[in-house]
Nanobody, 126 residues
Framework: QVQLVESGGGLVQPGGSLRLSCATS????????IGWFRQAPGKEREGVSC????????HYADSVKGRFTISRDSAKNTVYLQMNSLKPEDTAVYYC???????????????????WGQGTQVTVSS
């Protein structure tokens, strides 16, 4: 049974940090890429970052470049998104997803992903 389970969301003040985790099971993670998306109310789902598990190549949207860092721990089948210098506009539900075909080459396209997690809420507010 394929599972992606996000955790680590919460309420944080502007300028603060959070680390999201995406725990995976039921598929061979080393043959996939994992992307992080976010969706704010009334907005489309936005791809923010992606990592190719086998070689660690990473991709970032301009809106998060220099503030967010994606990483993986293959031994734990887990991918992380370290989010620093958070802004109110980062507020959204964050999702991780598994891509077994494109390896981040279409990381901003939700249709490129095979499996999705249920999401975790991130709220940046004072």
């Amino acid at each position: 049974q394929v599972q992606l389970v996000e955790s680590g969301g919460g309420l944080v003040q502007p300028g603060g940090s959070l680390r999201l985790s995406c725990a995976t099971s039921g598929f061979p993670l080393n043959y996939y890429a994992i992307g992080w998306f976010r969706q704010a109310p009334g907005k489309e789902r936005e791809g923010v970052s992606c990592i190719v598990i086998s070689d660690g190549r990473t991709h970032y949207a301009d809106s998060v470049k220099g503030r967010f860092t994606i990483s993986r721990d293959s031994a734990k089948n887990t991918v992380y998104l370290q989010m620093n210098s958070l802004k109110p506009e980062d507020t959204a539900v964050y999702y991780c997803a598994a891509d077994g075909l494109f390896y981040c080459s279409h990381y901003r396209s939700p249709g490129s992903y095979d499996y999705w997690g249920q999401g975790t809420q991130v709220t940046v507010s004072s």
